[in-house]
């Protein structure tokens, strides 16, 4: 079974400068979104989105003056296929239903505590046409947002690819995981209480590198070291002895190993693998460890799951066992005292969640609007009635109080279905880049989905624009980049 969008390919090459334009945008956009505090304030947010929907409207251009060959690509008609699209078309139909003003009697019906909420907060007034959305401009400024993501999604998915523009691309993110993860270093050995030593946080609040929240920092990391060890594992398979040194002693063996000039990039995966583990302990964040230790072992089943990956195990063992060192050695200390304020937080997210279903039970179908959490929390607030709340501290929870049980179930449904159709497209593919750089993107997808449950990274636009670049580089080298045998035959 294979699941693809069809691929258009240019006769000839696209002009030179809209290339330029798209490569550079995206850089610009997994460059900038970290370093802007995580894009969570208007100023970034607006800048990141009109950044987007003008690399999209590049590419529009490209594709516009460049006549185009399409070649047929397979497609599945099976019920992972079908169940995508529905599942996406009920989720995205939900959040738009929810902006559109109706008249009372169809909002009663639809919504009967959102038409209790405007008799009230409107001394009765529902003459004109309202919104299932209590918050509708916080719901539009939502889809604006999610439609940056997806035009992101688009032209990276479109552009990228070759195997030489895709691995340019993880090379790229692996550098900036690794800047920001000393950066996170810099800021806690010369910290003055400001986030960048310029922008200053309210009490309270545990800043790492360029990001407000240390969970989120931790997010960041636990999504790019999937990456960087996909990068260390293919390289691992090009650690190939002369034939001549087949037979020779574990001694001259190491000593080729390391005269192999292959050794150089293997140790730069190596320590960009360390900097980031490192980076992502030190936030000691219980969310984000939990994410990396899930998909560690997702990584780990993966790896040995394909016999073109298992001959590299004896690599993967040296860096995990390395990683692990360094990382009990370096932060055990501070694991134990993190561990003793655990009790305290978690009795504070489960407060959170109870309201929240609480507040789930009164909008049981589709929820208050998308986005408006902030806005409608306090008013079923009894945990901590001291705290602000922005988020339910659980994504799935947040989804369900915005969008209901019908928009959480069509949420799971696009994720189940669509990592079905990526990890069967997996299992067809045999090209050695391919197989190893969609184990780093389904297991980077794996640590955030985790993580989710203790946090809102994706509420989070720089993360969540990180793990949209990820997704279409995934999804680009399963249904893209061509096997060996059509490179070969120059099918592509």
Excluded at 153 to 158: E, I, S, W
Excluded at 459 to 480: C, E, S
């Amino acid at each position: 079974m294979s699941f693809a969008i069809q691929n258009s390919v240019p006769v000839e090459q696209a002009s030179p400068w809209t290339d330029r334009a798209i490569e550079r945008g995206i850089f610009f956009l997994l460059i900038f979104t970290p370093l802007a505090f995580g894009t969570t304030q208007d100023w970034s947010i607006a800048i990141m989105e009109i950044t987007a929907f003008l690399i999209f409207g590049v590419w529009l251009i490209k594709y516009r003056e460049t006549p185009l060959m399409h070649k047929a690509q397979p497609r599945s008609k099976g019920l992972p296929a079908l169940l995508l699209v529905f599942c996406g078309a009920v989720l995205v139909g939900i959040v738009v239903l929810q902006i559109i003003p109706m008249p009372r009697d169809l909002l009663n019906l639809l919504s009967p505590k959102t038409t209790e909420l405007y008799q009230t907060f409107l001394e009765g007034d529902l003459t004109s046409w309202r919104t299932i959305s209590t918050a509708p401009h916080a719901s539009v400024s939502g889809i604006i947002l999610f439609l940056s993501y997806a035009s992101v999604f688009t032209v990276v998915l479109q552009h990228y690819n070759t195997e030489e523009k895709i691995q340019g691309l993880f090379r790229l993110i692996i550098v900036i995981g690794c800047s920001l993860a000393v950066l996170a270093v810099l800021t806690r050995v010369f910290r003055n209480g400001n986030v960048m030593w310029i922008f200053p946080v309210r009490a309270g609040e545990k800043a790492m590198g360029p990001y407000i929240n240390k969970n989120h920092f931790a997010g960041y990391m636990e999504m790019v070291i999937p990456i960087a060890m996909s990068y260390y594992l293919y390289t691992a398979g090009k650690m190939v002895l002369p034939s001549k040194e087949q037979n020779a002693s574990r001694v001259q063996q190491a000593l080729s190993f390391l005269d192999n000039r292959k050794f150089a990039s293997l140790s730069q995966g190596m320590v960009a693998v360390l900097l980031l583990t490192g980076g992502l302990f030190m936030s000691l964040s219980r969310g984000g460890i939990s994410g990396y230790a899930v998909s560690m072992a997702v990584f780990a089943w993966m790896v040995r799951s394909r016999r073109s990956l298992r001959k590299r195990a004896v690599f993967m063992a040296l860096l995990g066992g390395v990683v692990a060192i360094a990382v009990i050695v370096a932060g055990w200390s501070m694991f134990e005292a993190r561990l003793e304020t655990s009790e305290q937080q978690g009795t504070m997210r489960i407060g959170t969640w109870t309201d929240a279903f609480s507040l789930a039970r009164n909008f049981p179908l589709f929820g208050t609007g998308w986005g408006t959490f902030e806005k409608i929390y306090p008013a079923y607030q009894t945990a901590h009635p001291d705290l602000n709340f922005e988020h339910a501290e659980n994504e799935y929870v947040e989804v369900l109080t915005d969008a209901g049980w019908i928009g959480l179930v069509a949420l799971l449904g696009t994720m189940a279905s669509g990592c079905f159709i990526i990890l069967q497209r997996w299992r067809e593919r045999h090209n050695t880049f391919v197989v190893s750089f969609t184990v780093g993107g389904i297991t980077a997808f794996s640590a955030i989905i985790v993580h989710s449950l203790l946090d809102f990274n994706m509420r989070v636009p720089a993360n969540a624009l990180l793990m949209t670049v990820i997704l279409a580089l995934t999804w680009a080298i399963l249904f893209k980049v061509p096997s060996r045998r059509e490179q070969k035959a120059g099918l592509d």
